[in-house]
């Protein structure tokens, strides 16, 4: 699984800098890019994710189950995946949308 050949990035929240967590990394030989504590906006998924919880919980909507809340999110995605890539690319440029 180790190898210099690739890097994981994680945002390197308080939980993610744990010295079990960071010994394991080591013994795994995993490579771990320096990263900014917390530094969401930086991280591009986080944008990603942001956008489609706008999308799954818009106008208040809640859900009663795991299934509710699993269809909206793919039905979400599915109705919306070629905009909210095209949206997330403008985020990504600082620009708003």
Known sequence: ?????????????PIHRSKVNLT??????????PWPSL???LNPIE??????????????KQFRTKE???TAILKSWEKNQHRT??????IDAGKNV
């Open 47 to 60: 944008n990603l994710w942001g956008i489609l919880a706008r999308m799954v919980y818009a106008e208040g």
């Open 85 to 90: 890539v095209l949206d997330f690319g403008r």
């Open 39 to 41: 530094s969401h906006d």
């Open 68 to 70: 509710q809340l699993k």
């Open 24 to 33: 394991w990394f080591k013994s795994q030989r995993i490579n771990v890019l």
């Open 1 to 13: 699984m180790g190898g210099s050949d690739w890097i994981f990035q994680q945002n390197n929240a």
